[in-house]
């Protein structure tokens, strides 16, 4: 079994679960973040801290040691894996339509809606500045349908190249989909990035 103990001086300033949440956060393995950290009411509210984590960190709750003052008592954190999710770069207001100048991507430990299924998706709840884009927060729009004409876009090595054709089959903006070029001479698989933009991810017949 494992254990792993970490003291502090007094958090001044700061709150006891914001230097409790640091202490988790330094020891966690590159895969791993921190959602949430939850004291008991009765916790000081400052004071020296340390913590004591038995066994590895891993995703989901799981209790850490904790002393404040000489006080110990269970804290419960939840982790959860590191993704890539969209984040709100200003408040969302329920019914608005989201736009690729409305979201960031960043790398966190939250229940978040992968970036491409959000452009184009109705907000049916605000979502705050700042706060990742849950799947609840948001509905996907209609599948544009078959025949839509489409800009297929290749990238490779920072080279772009650009030519026209029709999505092969019903899909949504963000979704994976299929595309054959305005020649008809082959179909490629990719994802829907916006209205009429398509971005090959699999350039395979």
């Known amino acids: 079994m494992l254990a792993i103990l970490l003291t502090s001086a007094p958090a001044w300033a700061t ?35 340390a913590i004591e984590w038995r066994g590895a960190p891993r995703a989901g709750r799981s209790s850490v040691l904790v002393s404040v003052a000489g006080r110990k008592l269970w804290a419960r954190v939840t982790l959860a894996p590191l993704k890539d999710v969209a984040v709100a770069r200003r408040p969302l207001p329920a019914g608005a339509t989201v736009t ?8 966190r430990a939250a229940v978040g809606s992968a970036p491409q299924l959000t452009v184009g998706a109705t907000v049916k709840r605000d979502v705050a500045a700042g706060a990742a884009i849950a799947p609840a927060d948001v509905e996907l729009g209609p599948p544009e349908p078959r025949g839509q ?3 297929i876009v290749a990238r490779a090595g920072g080279v772009e190249v650009a030519v026209a054709g029709q999505l092969e089959q019903p899909a949504r903006i963000g979704e994976p989909a299929v595309a ?11 994802r829907l990035a916006g209205p009429g933009v398509f971005v090959v991810e699999n350039d395979r017949d």
């Open 149 to 151: 004409p489409l800009r």
């Open 100 to 107: 690729p100048a409305d979201v960031t991507v960043e790398r």
């Open 180 to 190: 054959r070029l305005a020649d008809g001479s082959r179909l490629v698989r990719g």
């Open 15 to 49: 709150s006891v679960e914001d230097v409790v949440a640091d202490k988790v956060r330094a020891l966690l393995p590159a895969h791993l973040g921190l959602v949430a950290v939850e004291l008991p009411a009765t916790a000081p509210h400052d004071g020296p801290v």
